[in-house]
Structures are given as structure tokens and as C-alpha cells.
């Protein structure tokens, strides 16, 4: 990594220089949206999501200890507040549904991202199916292969054990695959 | 055609996640499974395509609101950790030059000529400064009392009221090793009015 390291960037910031902030920013931002594109329903909740774990990460730099794990601290902050909106929106469902309003699924957070509709369909299909997975899966996966973490940074992420966050992330491979392949009309075999 | 392999163990071999002798056994298996075969062959496709799918950004807009709501957060966050005299008397509200008159007692080091002040020692300090300011306001009101009382010490200035609030004062020193400064002892006065602590001369402000 060209210039200074995550925790230097940080400990720059906590003495107040604002640029190192910046720098933390440029560096991580996409990270954080694009997980929570993938595990919320809709780009206005992704951007919030953005937001508020920059946000947080300014206001509890203090309680970071520089141990050159920042990357899985920025993330489990991020996915602890998409984990918060998706229990929120749970709830909101609940309610409404034991009122007798039943939301419409497909309509929650949207719209969704405008890069999707320039994607080709195989791309979509793969980021449809990646959405669709359950959630501990759904997590695990974009942490490892598109944040691009090892297991134990996502053992850190998740805080949960790495034998786990292995299997988590075998087993929604393989569900993609086979979501993957059913979709391209092959033979879908048991699981 | 099925077979009872569970797909997770293939996408942990897929990713070189097996240990040796499962991996081994899995092989195996392969050479004489076109399911699995087949299942495996999906998998790193798969994972093929997840390296390639393209990462979401967040739109302009976006990008906007959140350096905005960025910089605000940063602007209102606290001074810094180490601050010049010039950042303290901005955190304490104060005009710098108030600051420089009470330099001798502020928990300040110096290097190259330079004040320098830590936030915490900073607050700490404030800290003590409000305890004695409370306790000072507080024998000024028992003075204040008193003064309507015929005085009957004989301290050997004749017991003047003056010499009794001093008797009842808190002896000063400056922070052990700390350099002075040469600032005159002023007396500051409170909103209301009454006096508060001494400066150089006031109470011990390095304890605690």
C-alpha cells in the first residue's frame, strides 16, 4: 500500500489533521457502499449506511487500538448498521403486516443502484444471486470476495469463528453456483 | 444423477481450504463422479465470475451529502489532543491573551519556545480550577457573613476582614518542575461580581 498505513492515516486524524480523515475516506469508501449495496435493499440505505459508518469512524477513532486491523473494523461498523436497518425494516414489516398492510417486498429501499441496468445480464444474475442469498452467507461472501479479506479479517468482521466463517463462505459459493446454473437451464442437482 | 457429496465440502476444495487427506480423498472421488465433477467445475466458474463482477460506487450526489455531513461532524469534533495556546484559549473560550496571563499555572509543557497543552491535562485542570472556584465563592459568602460579625482574631493586623479571607485561603505553588512564567497574579472576578480564585497567588491549582 503506497503512503501511510490505515492506522497511521487514523492516528494522524485523531491528532486533528482532517486530511488524514480525507485520505481514510478515498481509500475505504467504496468498500463500505458496495457491501451495503449487497446486503441492503436499495441504494438511498446504502448511501446512509456510507454515511453514518464514516461518521462513526470519526467519532469513535478514539476506540480503535491500532493493530493494523482497521479494515475489519470499518466493516463490522458498516455491517453492524446495515444488520440495524434490516432489523428495522423487519419490524417496520411486522407491524404493518399485523395491521393487515402487506408491504410489497420488491418495492423496500428502492431504487436500486443505476449501474445495475448498464451491467450485462450475466453480471446482474450473478449480483441478483449474490443478494439472494441468506444473510450470514450473504455477508461472509462480500467480505471475502469482493472486499477481498482474508478469513480471519472476516472472523474480525463478523465476530465469529473462523471455522464458521469458512463454511459460511463455502456454502454460499456453492448455493451460487448451483442458483447460477439452474438459471442458465442446467440440470439442478440435490444439495 | 445425484451424489450425496455436500456441495460446501467441493467449494472448500475449490478454494484449497481442505486438509491434505480430505483433499486427497475428494480427488479421488472426482476421477469417478461426473456430478461432482460437474458441481466443481460450477463452482470455479462462479468464483470466476464473482472476481470479475464490478464494484458498486456511490453516485455524485451521494458523494456530496456525505463529505458535507463529513465536514460538518469533523469541524464540531474536539480540539485536538495537543493544542497551541492560541487552540486552547479557543476551546476554553477564552481570548489568548487571558490564556498567556495564566501560562504559570496551565498543565503546559514547552518545546522550541512553544507552549504546548495537553486536551486531557487541559480539562483536568478545569477541573480543579471549578472545585476551587466553588470552594473560594463559598468562604468569600462565609467572609461575607462574617463581616457583619464583630472579628475577634487577632492574626496581628487587627483582624481586618480582608486579612481573614487570606487566613482562609488555600497556601499557592506552581505545578512541581514547571517553568514560571512571568505573569502577574491578577485576581479574576466572576459574573456575579465576587471574587474568584488568585492567579499566581490564588490556591494550589497542581494537586489532585
Not at chain 1, 445495475?116 to 443478494?131: F, N, S
Not at chain 2, 464490478?54 to 474536539?78: C, F, I, V, Y
Not at chain 2, 459574573?191 to 494550589?204: A, L, V, W
Amino acid at each position: 500500500m503506497d503512503g501511510p498505513s490505515d492506522d497511521e492515516l487514523l492516528a494522524m486524524f485523531r491528532e486533528g489533521d482532517l486530511d488524514a480523515f480525507d485520505a481514510l475516506f478515498d481509500r475505504h469508501h467504496v468498500d463500505v457502499y458496495h457491501f451495503a449495496c449487497l446486503m441492503l435493499n436499495g441504494r438511498n440505505d446504502a448511501e446512509d449506511v456510507l454515511q453514518d459508518t464514516f461518521l462513526a469512524v470519526a467519532r469513535s477513532a478514539r476506540a480503535y487500538s491500532p493493530r493494523g486491523r482497521f479494515r475489519p473494523w470499518l466493516m463490522r461498523i458498516a455491517r453492524n448498521l446495515c444488520l440495524n436497518r434490516l432489523h428495522s425494516e423487519r419490524l417496520r414489516r411486522r407491524v404493518l403486516a399485523a395491521d393487515g398492510d402487506f408491504p410489497d417486498e420488491s418495492a423496500s429501499g428502492a431504487p436500486a443502484a443505476p449501474e445495475l441496468l448498464e451491467w450485462d445480464e450475466g453480471m446482474r444474475a450473478v449480483h441478483e444471486a449474490v443478494r439472494a442469498l441468506p444473510e450470514r452467507q450473504r455477508e461472509a461472501l462480500a467480505l471475502y470476495a469482493f472486499e477481498g479479506m482474508t478469513y480471519g479479517e472476516v472472523s474480525e468482521a463478523l465476530q465469529a469463528p473462523m471455522g464458521t466463517v469458512k463454511a459460511l463462505i463455502h456454502r454460499a459459493r456453492a448455493a451460487l453456483a448451483l442458483a447460477l446454473n439452474h438459471d442458465q437451464g442446467a440440470q439442478r442437482d440435490d444439495v | 444423477m445425484t451424489c450425496e457429496r455436500k456441495h460446501e465440502e467441493l467449494a472448500a476444495f475449490a478454494a484449497g481450504d481442505l486438509d491434505p487427506e480430505s483433499a486427497a480423498a475428494l480427488k479421488g472421488h472426482l476421477e469417478g463422479c461426473a456430478v461432482c465433477a460437474r458441481r466443481l467445475a460450477a463452482i470455479r466458474e462462479t468464483d470466476a465470475r464473482l472476481k470479475l463482477l464490478p464494484r458498486l460506487r456511490p453516485s455524485a450526489g451521494a458523494m456530496l451529502r456525505t463529505r458535507r455531513a463529513l465536514n460538518e461532524e469533523l469541524r464540531a469534533r474536539p480540539a485536538p489532543e495537543v493544542m497551541t495556546l492560541e487552540e486552547a484559549a479557543a476551546f476554553l473560550r477564552v481570548e489568548p491573551d487571558d490564556l498567556r496571563e495564566a501560562a504559570s499555572q496551565l498543565p503546559a509543557f514547552e518545546i522550541g519556545g512553544r507552549i504546548r497543552i495537553r486536551r486531557e491535562k487541559l480539562i483536568d485542570w478545569i477541573a480543579r480550577r471549578e472545585r476551587v472556584y466553588a470552594r473560594s465563592t463559598a468562604e468569600s459568602d462565609v467572609a461575607h457573613i462574617l463581616s457583619g460579625i464583630k472579628w475577634e482574631v487577632d492574626d496581628g493586623t487587627n483582624g481586618d476582614k480582608g486579612r481573614a479571607r487570606a487566613v482562609l485561603a488555600v497556601p499557592c505553588r506552581a505545578p512541581q518542575g514547571a517553568r514560571q512564567h512571568p505573569v502577574g497574579a491578577q485576581r479574576e472576578q466572576g459574573r456575579d461580581g465576587r471574587h474568584g480564585i488568585r492567579g499566581s497567588s490564588g490556591p494550589d491549582l497542581s494537586g489532585a
